[in-house]
């Protein structure tokens, strides 16, 4: 069982940046990121390998980057530009083998990030 919780959130302007973390309590292969904005479905933000490969969401491409120190079991999302439309309930997840990138082991309870115009 890996446990997962993240810290950071909270309210920012548009275009400003922001930081959040997720810690794990053991190890995972791929580590990524989630977002559901309200009265939407989850979708998928980032990923990061264990060795550090990352895979992101188009939508973030190029503002959001995904980050992650191994031996503190944590994993970063460093978000720039953001915009309104970047509000959601960020979620933190751990997936212990590789293979499916959207499919994960273990959720976060969620963090929230309000990006205000």
């Known amino acids: 069982q890996v446990q997962l919780v993240e810290s950071g959130g909270g309210l920012v302007q548009a275009g400003n940046p922001l930081r959040i973390s997720c810690a794990a309590s053991g190890y995972a292969f791929r580590m990524g990121w989630f977002r559901r904005a309200p009265g939407k479905e989850r979708q998928f933000v980032a990923s990061i390998t264990s060795p550090g490969g990352t895979i992101y969401a188009d939508s973030v491409k190029g503002r959001f980057t995904i980050s992650r120190d191994n031996a503190k079991r944590t994993v970063y999302l460093q978000m720039n530009s953001l915009k309104p439309e970047d509000t959601a309930i960020y979620y933190c997840?751990?997936?212990?083998?590789?293979?499916?990138?959207?499919?994960?082991?273990?959720w976060g309870q969620g963090i929230q990030v309000t990006v205000s115009s």
């Open positions: 997840a751990a997936k212990v083998s590789n293979g499916n990138v959207y499919v994960y082991d273990y």
